[in-house]
């Protein structure tokens, strides 16, 4: 089994910072591409950013140049620096990552239970 657990989730206000944490840990051979996602109610799950075991990243518009993901591979963890957060990054954040276990060929999607952020004075 392969688990997933995020920390790093509160409450901010407007301009300020959070960064979260997801670690994985279990049967693992390698992991591939990590990313984080977000939900707000009553809203879809949207990629926020991604990052690749090169470290190659990729960001949704609405984040770029705020947020910064990195991820440090010997620890199989992934971080989400969040900077000058507004009211409209409010949503639960998953981890997501691509995870090939010993026995496997190929990898599975695996994913966090969420972390709450909420951005409000």
């Known amino acids: 089994q392969v688990q997933l657990v995020e920390s790093g989730g509160g409450l901010v206000q407007p301009g300020g910072s959070l960064r979260l944490s997801c670690a994985a840990s279990g049967s693992i051979f390698s992991i591939n591409n990590m990313g984080w996602y977000r939900q707000a109610p009553g809203k879809q799950r949207e990629l926020v950013a991604a990052i690749t075991s090169g470290g190659s990243t990729n960001y949704a518009d609405s984040v770029k140049g705020r947020f910064t993901i990195s991820r440090d591979n010997a620890k199989n963890t992934v971080y989400l620096q969040m900077n000058t957060l507004k009211p409209e990054d409010t949503a639960v954040y998953y981890c997501?990552?691509?995870?090939?276990?010993?026995?496997?060929?190929?990898?599975?999607?695996?994913w966090g239970q969420g972390t709450q952020v909420t951005v409000s004075s």
């Open positions: 997501n990552a691509a995870v090939r276990r010993p026995t496997a060929l190929s990898t599975t999607n695996y």
